[in-house]
């Protein structure tokens, strides 16, 4: 059957476009099948399902899965009850057994990155779940199944190129860069230096890409220190990097301590460079147990550094579940508060907003430039970064702005295969 689905929705005929409708939001809808599809987009299978919605109880339907998507129609009233790409699922697990008991018992269990759980029953004879698990597992974690992620094989056509939105050199020149005091380098272009640092980097003037290797076999990650943006005044800097691998021995490295001071030398007004640690300190100790660590002032002089007690991604997973937990499917309004105080969402928010102010007014103050990581300095630092560089730059507030930021901070850094994929 998905074979069979396949080709025909690869299918160009003639006699199928006459059958074809493209709407204004670029979805060919086919008459003749029950699933919306964008271009190159496949229907892989499909099955009949009981859907268990949460607000309304166990509902007959097919459940169909693409390449980009899990679209579920109700047999009983021929309407779209589900419409979820593949990339919102976090992760699959099989429900009940084959000796499983009980009404709808058997069958899967779909956590999503939007909150929602999706759970199916399926009929328990003939391993009937078998397929549906093993398709989705492929299809929703495309990486890891050596599949190409369904943004590459898409095939819509845009009035933007999408690739230019952001344009690295245009945007450094924006904020007048280089200069004498700090340089762009394309040491990264294959990325060699960095599998998860963009092509195009800005560092020291007078750092050598050399110095910059040595400092990179001191990084996690390779992740060295770079700048993010540039005070337009008093010309102090927000860098980005990830821990230093200091290990338990407490292991130094000269060209690193050197590079930092390189950095706080681009500004001879200031007589300190700030830290900013995003983790707890406890946390920060504890990665010395796998060769992490952090910047110590015997080691590092003219810094200084902060803490700021913000927990890795593992610890606000829990926290968000337990949100979901309390909004969905319903609210329990008579204990809201109590129940939200405990998932300590609100304290991480609290704690990530005044990081950032933290960052934004040493900045801002000229008193010092302000270097950011975490671990790996991927969430938390971005996170850290770009909400200082909003509240410093009105340009990143404008739509055209913030998009250059997300791209900027988030999406360029920490996405090799974005470009490979591309070429």
């Not at 309407?79 to 990339?87: H, K, Q, Y």
């Not at 750092?207 to 102090?236: G, M, Q």
């Not at 969402?345 to 934004?360: M, N, R, S």
């Not at 970064?385 to 998009?403: H, K, N, P, V």
Request: charged share 25%.
């Amino acid at each position: 059957m998905a074979s069979a689905s396949t080709s025909k929705y690869n299918s160009h005929s003639l006699e199928n476009e006459s059958i074809k409708r493209t709407s204004r939001d670029g979805v060919n809808r086919d008459l003749s099948e029950a699933v919306p599809r964008l271009p190159g987009e496949t229907r892989i299978t499909d099955k009949e399902v009981i859907y268990i919605c949460p607000f309304n109880g166990p509902i007959k339907g097919r459940v169909y899965i693409t390449n980009y998507r899990l679209y579920l129609r109700s047999l009983e009233t021929d309407s779209a009850l589900l419409d979820v790409p593949l990339g919102v699922i976090s992760r699959i697990e099989k429900m009940g057994g084959a000796t499983s008991r009980g009404e709808n018992s058997y069958g899967l269990d779909i956590t999503c990155k939007d909150m929602r759980n999706l759970r199916f029953a399926l009929k328990q004879e003939g391993h009937s779940r078998r397929d549906m698990f093993e398709i989705l597992t492929r299809y929703a974690f495309p990486l890891a199944h050596s599949l190409p992620i369904f943004a590459f094989l898409n095939e819509e056509k845009f009035n933007v190129d999408g690739w230019m939105v952001y344009n690295p050199v245009e945007e450094y020149r924006r904020q007048g860069l280089p200069n004498h005091h700090w340089r762009i380098t394309f040491i990264n272009k294959c990325y060699e230096l960095c599998d998860t640092y963009p092509p195009l980097l800005v560092v020291p003037f007078r750092a050598t890409d050399e110095d910059l290797k040595r400092v990179a076999t001191f990084r996690s990650r390779n992740r060295i220190p770079v700048l993010s943006w540039i005070h337009p005044e008093n010309k102090t800097v927000i860098v980005r990097c990830s821990q230093p691998l200091v290990g338990m021995s407490g292991k130094r490295n000269k060209d690193d301590e050197k590079y930092l001071d390189v950095i706080r030398e681009t500004n001879r007004q200031i007589s300190k460079l700030t830290i900013y640690d995003a983790r707890p300190s406890v946390n920060a100790v504890a990665n010395k147990a796998t060769g992490g660590g952090y910047e110590s002032d015997d080691a590092y002089h003219n810094t200084e550094l902060f803490f700021l007690d913000i927990h890795n991604i593992h610890v606000m997973r829990e926290s968000l579940k337990k949100v979901k937990d309390i909004v969905y499917p319903n609210v329990e309004e008579s204990h809201w508060l109590s129940s939200l105080e405990s998932t300590h969402w609100l304290e991480h928010i609290k704690l990530i907003l005044t990081g950032a102010i933290q960052v934004a007014d040493k900045v801002s103050s000229g008193r010092s430039s302000v270097l950011v990581h975490c671990s790996d300095g991927w969430d938390r630092t971005a996170q850290l970064t770009s909400l200082a560089m909003l509240m410093l730059d009105s340009f990143y507030r404008s739509i055209e702005g913030f998009e250059i930021l997300v791209q900027k901070e988030w999406i360029s850094f920490g996405h090799k295969f974005a470009s490979v994929s591309k070429q």
